[in-house]
């Protein structure tokens, strides 16, 4: 038996970051929505825990125990004394190291996927438990949809969304380290007093209306600064996005993936084009969101939402 679990990206449309706390991490108003791009986990009994990954930058992908599906299978057997022997497959579509929480959705799929396939059967709140522990951005690839992350970004609040938004995504030459941008956040705000981070009711209500102009009058991200500090060349793929007729330009998360986002499907495409030929980044991509959380793929032409079965796409 095998189990495949599809997670999606997301991108922060608002990522208010307070000072750092005694344990080094900071609290965030992180409002997050999920896009359909994913990333495809199978998981597969096998003889010991192993990893594999195929897709654009596969080779940059770690397959021991550091990557957070196969940490994620250990955590889950630790707790259900399931010793976690399976072959772990990562169909990788998400951008590496991108701000768009790749690893993370490769870390909730997987929790998922083994979830199922061991039947251990965890409860709701006990996967978001385990997804905390293994990353900030991790409980929203569960759940997916739109959410405010407060805390560190874990605890999460489910949002309304009105509409489809749609997004260009452009990948750049290299990859940006998170805690290496929270670290020249800190060092930039040296001295200022940080007010504590809220959501912005002007975002929230611009979600909730699907009003892609009132969202990118919102959107925000005060990791935006440092990610341009420590990578000063993207200033040039966001003022190509933004000539091209994004509604907003903005770094997704701690970057360095830029986010355009686009009055309409045809606006995307104009961008994406307008983009891939400006020299200014490496791919581009779009997709719209707000998209699932992990879903379980059932063999066949059925997708599987935990605790409901909806049609797949063209299937009556
Ligand atoms: O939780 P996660 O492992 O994804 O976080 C990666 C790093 O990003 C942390 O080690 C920390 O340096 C930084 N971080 C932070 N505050 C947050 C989330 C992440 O400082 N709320």
């Not at 990206?9 to 992180?30: E, M, T, W």
């Not at 959107?219 to 793929?237: C, G, H, I, K, M």
Request: hydrophobic share 45%; glycine share 12%; charged share 15%.
């Amino acid at each position: 038996m095998t189990v495949t679990v599809r997670a999606p990206a997301k991108v922060n449309v608002q990522l208010s970051v307070g000072g750092a706390r005694p344990d080094g991490f900071h609290d965030l108003a992180n409002v997050f929505l999920a896009v359909g791009l994913y990333d495809e986990v199978t998981v597969t009994p096998a003889d010991e825990l192993s990893v594999t990954c195929v897709g654009t930058d596969a080779d940059q992908v770690p397959l021991d125990v550091t990557n957070l599906a196969a940490r994620a299978a250990i955590e889950l057997g630790r707790r259900y004394g399931v010793d976690p022997r399976v072959h772990i497959h990562i169909a990788k579509d998400i951008p590496v190291a991108g701000g768009m929480a790749g690893g993370s959705a490769d870390g909730a799929a997987a929790l998922l996927a083994c979830d199922t396939l061991w039947g251990t059967n965890a409860s709701r709140g006990e996967l978001l438990e385990i997804c905390a522990e293994l990353g900030s951005d991790v409980p929203f690839a569960l759940v997916g949809g739109a959410a405010l992350g407060l805390g560190r970004g874990e605890r999460l609040k489910a949002l309304e969304v009105g509409g489809t938004f749609h997004w260009v995504f452009a990948s750049a030459h290299r990859g940006l380290s998170t805690p290496a941008v929270f670290r020249e956040f800190d060092r930039m705000n040296e001295g200022v007093r940080i007010p504590e981070p809220v959501a912005s009711p002007e975002l929230l209500a611009a979600l909730a209306k699907g009003d892609a102009a009132a969202l990118a009058g919102a959107v925000s991200n005060d990791l935006q600064p440092a990610a341009l500090s420590l990578f000063p060349e993207l200033s040039r793929t966001l003022a190509a996005g933004r000539a091209a007729g994004a509604l907003a330009a903005l770094v997704s998360g701690s970057g360095p993936t830029t986010a355009f986002l686009a009055r309409d499907p045809e606006s995307a495409d104009a961008i994406a084009g307008a983009l891939s030929a400006s020299g200014t980044c490496r791919t581009v991509r779009t997709a719209s969101g707000a998209a699932p959380g992990a879903t379980v793929l059932a063999p066949g032409a059925t997708v599987l939402v935990p605790g409901a079965t909806v049609p797949a796409p063209g299937a009556h």
